[in-house]
């Protein structure tokens, strides 16, 4: 939890990956869950009202073949000469042929009724209190009027059209109040035109009532049948609309006439859906929208678990993956550690996928290299203290020490005090500068003092034998060297190249700056050496030389040790020709950097 | 590491759940809205389950109509016979050991049921009275026929047609019950504000129609300024009906009866009854399922709710309004 409230707070890469892993599946589940119940949802709906309307399209065919059967009688009965003759005769000759008459009229509807078992009766009503029914037991019921019945009124009114009436008690019949829908018809004769009567059919409502009763549009879903005159024919809460309790759409129906139509809010939400029956009537079927809601909850339900499902599944998969992706670079992160540790014979396996596999060469690569230039670092300071070891052995070389002193004692006795000062303060000098104060660099000025103070020692012993110039540029003078580069130079010119030569040498020494570079000289006009063999005294092909030969090496390792290979030494002459010895460094100011 | 990656994998499951929780409550209707909610149960204790008479067939429609209508679970339950007090009293006991939400009673007797009734609303269940109470009145709300009212309009009724003065009796059915006590107190109101009028008293059928007709014919005899009977139910006002009839009085002899049968619509076509007082048992089952519906949810409801009566006559009687109140239109019964 507190990851969260500090979303800067640093998190592995394996918690990160988990987390975009499973929100990323999360939020895809959800909209795909949302998209698809919308859809569903729309879907379900769509087919509810489909169903409904094909439903109510069943009922009312129901409902027709009732009427339809109806309206078949009625036009039989319409164009039955028989029935014509017998309500436009005027007068029988006798009772017997009156009766006779009669009988045949009523085989003929009774035929009708008996067929039918949905239908209660088949009667004509004479313009002149004529009665024939199809069944014999019905009288005419004496205390109502025939002309105040509704559907005989209307009859008349349509003049020979079929009427049919909304479901009603019907009362003309004696002790009898069966509920009925009635169809009727005036009659008129086919020559004349004058009124012959009215015609009746009526089914038995119950029939309807039962199929109506019986139809369930979801659990609190009715159905109801309205005449064109708005009056219910079927509502099974009839009598709730008649005392006001309950009101219902009957204007908005009529006003549609077929299609459908919501109304209502919340749980009493319901969709109307309208039938045109044909012949006057409107079946309508009402359904709550909140069943449909139902099916939705339990739509919403299953959506729900299944995302929940996938959920659970997009976090498990989630935490194997990212794991997977992850090992490398753990088992990458544990070898790093071992590696702090400071373990470095240690090699990682390289894993399969790419870029963590390249990773993981690099690093080996890398720790090799590591381990080479630590190898390297520790030869490398070793080399360095033996080779400052040996410098300072050479700068008190015992025996030029001993050749100065002896001669310092030859002038003395001879009573040369002003050279014996001289020689004795060079002395002085010389090892002065040659210890220092301890630094490892100096001064190109102090350099070139100290082989000064040398070489007036080695001139106050050779005399004439021995001739040296020394040269710098000013430039230079305030870069660095290393210490006493010079004095086992200068020490080689003189023991290997003058000494032996007959006649006076000439020692140059010069410091200039060559190519960015610094450099020193020694040059000699003595008997010179062999060039090959010196070179390979340098390269450290042959470490016991002539002579001497042991400190050229000593400075031209520390050299290399101290700037790098690329400076050191370099020779040049050969045996007759002299010797020309360069020293070349980088060229530093004392106190700066290297100077370009 | 580990602990990094447990508590964002609780993260994620906290986001799940959360996610999923206001879903589900968006998913879920509100209680009121039904649907959900466990279906109440309801018990109705009516006077009679006897399939022939027509008044309770018909209560039992509107019963079950709004049970339909608003997801309710009923179970009706009554004595064959009305006059059989016992047996309703044992099964109102059995009502209330079952333990429903609600019990809905027709008392067929107003003090012999208290007892059984006051261990139904001991035990916590929700107690309506319908069409009948009882004495003293432990329903939360009765659902009936505002009795007082109906007795005035019959009072009314034969009040404008009765020639004065003269005398009149009325044919009641069983002594202390509540709706025959009421219909009386209805019908003495309205002819006590005329001195010309003379009660001659209450006479009592004890629901039988035989009865009914001997005490009319006895009346009629003994009586010749009899101008006026008033039938407080059914087989009272038919046996009155029966008795004018033979006595030949039809006409000189007002009648105006209660509620509605075959035998009565006979009556009123022949004129021999001249109105009859009609009730909606199909409003009272439907409000009382409705009205202890609404008990049960905590709203309140009055202490009485009046279905309404309507005078029938011979004028009105095949009008659409009063067709289904007089020709009750029972749903033929599976066999």
Same mark, same amino acid.
């Given at each position: 939890?507190?990851?969260?409230?500090?979303?800067?707070?640093?998190?592995?890469?394996?918690?990160?990956?988990?987390?975009?892993?499973?929100?990323?599946?999360?939020?895809?589940?959800? /909209?795909?869950?949302?998209?698809?119940?919308?859809?569903?949802?729309?879907?379900?709906q769509?087919?509810?009202?489909?169903?409904?309307?094909?439903?109510?399209?069943?009922?009312?065919?129901?409902?027709?073949?009732?009427?339809?059967?109806?309206?078949h009688?009625?036009?039989?009965?319409?164009?039955?000469?028989?029935?014509?003759?017998?309500?436009?005769?005027?007068?029988?000759?006798?009772?017997?042929?009156?009766?006779?008459?009669?009988?045949?009229?009523?085989?003929?509807?009774?035929?009708?009724?008996?067929?039918?078992?949905?239908?209660v009766?088949?009667?004509?009503?004479?313009?002149?209190?004529r009665?024939?029914? @199809?069944?014999?037991?019905?009288?005419?019921?004496?205390?109502?009027?025939?002309?105040?019945?509704?559907?005989?009124?209307?009859?008349?009114?349509?003049?020979?059209?079929?009427?049919?009436?909304?479901?009603?008690?019907?009362?003309i019949?004696?002790?009898?109040?069966?509920?009925?829908?009635? =169809?009727?018809?005036?009659?008129?004769?086919?020559?004349?035109?004058?009124?012959?009567?009215?015609?009746?059919?009526?089914?038995?409502?119950?029939?309807?009532?039962?199929?109506?009763?019986?139809?369930?549009?979801?659990?609190?879903?009715?159905l109801?049948?309205?005449?064109?005159?708005?009056?219910?024919?079927?509502?099974?809460q009839?009598?709730?609309?008649?005392?006001?309790?309950?009101?219902?759409?009957?204007?908005?129906?009529?006003?549609?006439?077929?299609g459908?139509?919501?109304?209502?809010?919340?749980?009493?939400r319901?969709?109307?859906?309208?039938?045109?029956?044909?012949?006057?009537?409107?079946?309508?079927g009402v359904?709550?929208?909140?069943?449909?809601?139902?099916?939705?909850?339990?739509?919403?339900?299953?959506?729900?678990?299944?995302?929940?499902?996938?959920?659970? /599944?997009?976090?498990?998969?989630?935490?194997?993956?990212?794991n997977?992706?992850i090992?490398?670079?753990?088992?990458?992160?544990?070898?790093?550690?071992?590696?702090?540790?400071?373990?470095?014979?240690?090699?990682?396996?390289?894993p399969?996928?790419?870029? /963590?596999?390249?990773?993981?060469?690099?690093?080996?690569?890398?720790?090799?290299?590591?381990?080479?230039?630590?190898?390297?670092?520790?030869?490398e300071?070793?080399?360095?203290?033996?080779?400052?070891?040996?410098?300072?052995?050479?700068?008190?070389?015992?025996?030029?020490?001993?050749?100065?002193?002896?001669?310092?004692?030859?002038?003395?006795?001879?009573?040369?005090?002003?050279?014996?000062?001289?020689?004795?303060?060079?002395?002085?000098?010389?090892?002065?500068?040659?210890?220092?104060?301890?630094?490892?660099?100096?001064?190109?000025?102090?350099?070139?003092?100290?082989?000064a103070?040398?070489?007036?020692?080695?001139k106050?012993?050779?005399?004439?034998?021995l001739?040296?110039?020394?040269?710098?540029?000013?430039s /230079?003078?305030?870069?660095?060297?290393?210490?006493?580069?010079?004095?086992?130079?200068?020490?080689?010119?003189?023991?290997?190249?003058?000494?032996?030569?007959?006649?006076?040498? =000439?020692?140059?020494?010069?410091?200039?700056?060559?190519?960015?570079?610094?450099?020193?000289?020694?040059?000699?006009?003595?008997?010179?050496?062999?060039?090959?063999?010196?070179?390979?005294?340098?390269?450290?092909?042959?470490?016991?030389?002539?002579? @001497?030969?042991?400190?050229?090496?000593?400075?031209?390792?520390?050299?290399?040790?101290?700037?790098?290979s690329?400076?050191?030494?370099?020779?040049?002459?050969?045996?007759?020709?002299?010797?020309?010895?360069?020293?070349?460094?980088?060229?530093?100011?004392?106190?700066?950097?290297?100077?370009? | 590491?580990?602990?990094?990656?447990?508590?964002?994998?609780?993260?994620?499951?906290a986001?799940?759940?959360?996610?999923?929780?206001?879903?589900?409550?968006?998913?879920?209707?509100?209680?009121?809205?039904?649907?959900?909610?466990?279906?109440?149960?309801?018990?109705?204790?009516? +006077?009679?389950?006897?399939?022939?008479?027509?008044?309770?067939?018909?209560?039992? !429609?509107?019963?079950?109509?709004?049970?339909?209508?608003?997801?309710v679970?009923?179970?009706?339950?009554?004595?064959?016979?009305?006059?059989?007090?016992?047996?309703?009293?044992?099964?109102?006991?059995?009502?209330?050991?079952?333990?429903?939400?609600?019990?809905?009673?027709?008392?067929?007797?107003?003090?012999?049921?208290?007892?059984?009734?006051?261990?139904?609303?001991?035990?916590?269940?929700?107690?309506?009275?319908?069409?009948?109470?009882?004495?003293?009145?432990?329903?939360?709300?009765?659902?009936?026929?505002?009795?007082?009212?109906?007795?005035?309009?019959?009072?009314?009724?034969?009040?404008?047609?009765?020639?004065?003065?003269?005398?009149?009796?009325?044919?009641?059915f069983?002594?202390?019950?509540?709706?025959?006590? !009421?219909?009386?107190?209805?019908? +003495?109101?309205?002819?006590?504000?005329?001195?010309?009028?003379?009660?001659?008293?209450?006479?009592?059928?004890?629901?039988?129609?035989?009865?009914?007709?001997?005490?009319?014919?006895?009346?009629?005899?003994?009586?010749?300024?009899?101008?006026?009977?008033?039938?407080?139910?059914?087989?009272s006002?038919?046996?009155?009906?029966?008795?004018?009839?033979?006595?030949?009085?039809?006409?000189?002899? +007002?009648?105006?009866?209660?509620?509605?049968?075959?035998?009565?619509?006979?009556?009123?076509?022949?004129?021999?009854?001249?109105?009859?007082?009609?009730?909606?048992?199909?409003?009272?089952?439907?409000?009382?399922? +409705?009205?202890a519906?609404?008990?049960?949810?905590?709203?309140?409801?009055?202490?009485?709710?009046?279905?309404?009566?309507?005078?029938?006559?011979?004028?009105?009687?095949?009008e659409?309004?009063?067709q289904?109140?007089?020709?009750?239109?029972?749903?033929?019964?599976?066999?």
């Amino acid at each position: 939890m507190r990851a969260l409230m500090h979303p800067t707070r640093p998190r592995s890469i394996h918690a990160n990956l988990s987390l975009a892993f499973a929100l990323l599946i999360l939020v895809t589940v959800l /909209i795909m869950s949302i998209i698809s119940y919308y859809l569903s949802k729309d879907a379900v709906q769509e087919t509810t009202q489909a169903y409904t309307t094909e439903f109510m399209k069943q009922v009312n065919a129901n409902m027709k073949t009732y009427v339809s059967g109806m309206e078949h009688i009625a036009g039989l009965v319409a164009g039955s000469r028989q029935v014509h003759d017998y309500l436009s005769a005027d007068r029988y000759p006798s009772l017997v042929e009156e009766k006779q008459a009669r009988e045949g009229v009523y085989e003929y509807l009774h035929a009708m009724v008996a067929t039918r078992n949905d239908i209660v009766s088949v009667s004509l009503f004479g313009e002149d209190g004529r009665f024939v029914s @199809g069944s014999r037991e019905l009288e005419v019921n004496p205390y109502v009027e025939l002309r105040d019945m509704n559907w005989y009124r209307q009859a008349k009114a349509a003049k020979g059209e079929n009427v049919i009436s909304s479901s009603h008690v019907q009362p003309i019949f004696l002790d009898r109040h069966v509920w009925v829908v009635s =169809m009727s018809r005036a009659l008129y004769g086919k020559e004349t035109g004058e009124p012959l009567g009215v015609f009746l059919v009526d089914l038995n409502f119950s029939v309807m009532n039962d199929m109506f009763a019986d139809i369930q549009l979801g659990n609190r879903g009715y159905l109801f049948v309205v005449d064109n005159s708005g009056k219910l024919v079927y509502h099974p809460q009839q009598q709730l609309v008649y005392s006001g309790l309950k009101t219902e759409q009957i204007d908005k129906v009529l006003e549609l006439g077929r299609g459908s139509f919501t109304i209502g809010e919340g749980s009493a939400r319901r969709m109307y859906t309208v039938q045109d029956s044909g012949f006057g009537w409107k079946l309508v079927g009402v359904s709550y929208v909140s069943e449909l809601v139902g099916n939705k909850e339990r739509m919403g339900m299953s959506f729900f678990a299944l995302g929940a499902v996938c959920i659970l /599944i997009s976090i498990v998969l989630s935490v194997i993956l990212s794991n997977r992706l992850i090992r490398p670079i753990t088992q990458l992160q544990r070898y790093m550690k071992e590696v702090e540790k400071g373990n470095f014979d240690i090699q990682v396996p390289v894993p399969f996928s790419i870029e /963590i596999g390249r990773l993981a060469r690099a690093f080996n690569l890398m720790v090799e290299r590591i381990k080479e230039l630590m190898v390297r670092v520790v030869r490398e300071e070793e080399l360095k203290r033996t080779s400052e070891l040996n410098a300072l052995q050479m700068q008190i070389n015992p025996h030029f020490l001993y050749n100065t002193l002896d001669s310092i004692v030859w002038m003395a006795e001879s009573g040369k005090d002003k050279e014996v000062v001289l020689m004795t303060s060079s002395l002085a000098k010389l090892f002065r500068a040659s210890i220092g104060k301890g630094e490892a660099l100096v001064t190109v000025q102090a350099e070139l003092d100290h082989i000064a103070h040398y070489l007036t020692i080695q001139k106050m012993r050779y005399k004439r034998k021995l001739d040296y110039v020394i040269e710098a540029d000013d430039s /230079i003078l305030d870069c660095l060297t290393i210490r006493v580069v010079l004095q086992p130079l200068v020490e080689n010119a003189i023991y290997h190249g003058i000494k032996n030569k007959r006649g006076p040498g =000439m020692i140059r020494i010069t410091a200039a700056e060559t190519g960015g570079d610094l450099t020193l000289r020694v040059e000699d006009d003595g008997i010179g050496v062999d060039g090959a063999r010196m070179r390979a005294l340098l390269e450290g092909r042959e470490d016991s030389g002539p002579k @001497g030969g042991v400190g050229v090496r000593n400075v031209h390792d520390r050299l290399r040790l101290q700037f790098g290979s690329r400076y050191g030494l370099s020779f040049e002459g050969g045996p007759g020709e002299g010797t020309i010895v360069t020293v070349r460094l980088p060229k530093r100011a004392l106190g700066g950097e290297e100077l370009s | 590491m580990n602990r990094t990656w447990k508590r964002a994998a609780g993260m994620l499951l906290a986001a799940a759940a959360l996610a999923a929780a206001a879903i589900w409550s968006g998913w879920l209707p509100s209680p009121a809205g039904g649907g959900r909610e466990a279906q109440p149960r309801m018990i109705f204790v009516i +006077k009679s389950v006897d399939p022939t008479i027509e008044f309770w067939q018909v209560l039992q !429609d509107g019963i079950r109509e709004a049970a339909t209508e608003f997801g309710v679970r009923v179970e009706i339950v009554g004595p064959d016979n009305e006059t059989d007090v016992e047996g309703q009293i044992r099964i109102l006991e059995q009502a209330a050991s079952a333990r429903p939400d609600a019990i809905v009673l027709a008392a067929t007797e107003l003090n012999r049921l208290v007892p059984a009734a006051r261990q139904a609303v001991e035990a916590g269940v929700e107690l309506l009275t319908v069409d009948s109470g009882i004495e003293p009145d432990l329903a939360s709300t009765m659902i009936a026929t505002d009795n007082v009212a109906a007795g005035k309009a019959a009072g009314s009724e034969l009040l404008s047609m009765l020639d004065r003065p003269s005398q009149v009796a009325i044919i009641s059915f069983v002594r202390n019950s509540a709706s025959q006590l !009421d219909r009386e107190e209805g019908v +003495k109101s309205v002819l006590a504000a005329h001195p010309d009028i003379e009660l001659l008293g209450t006479y009592y059928s004890e629901g039988y129609e035989q009865r009914a007709y001997e005490t009319t014919l006895a009346l009629l005899r003994a009586h010749p300024n009899l101008r006026g009977i008033v039938g407080l139910n059914e087989p009272s006002s038919v046996g009155a009906g029966r008795a004018i009839e033979e006595a030949g009085l039809v006409n000189q002899v +007002k009648l105006i009866g209660f509620d509605s049968s075959d035998a009565e619509v006979r009556q009123l076509e022949r004129g021999v009854m001249h109105a009859t007082v009609i009730q909606k048992p199909f409003q009272m089952g439907y409000l009382s399922v +409705k009205t202890a519906l609404e008990t049960l949810r905590g709203k309140r409801v009055p202490q009485r709710i009046d279905t309404g009566s309507v005078v029938v006559t011979k004028r009105n009687m095949y009008e659409e309004e009063n067709q289904k109140l007089l020709f009750p239109f029972v749903r033929r019964q599976l066999p």
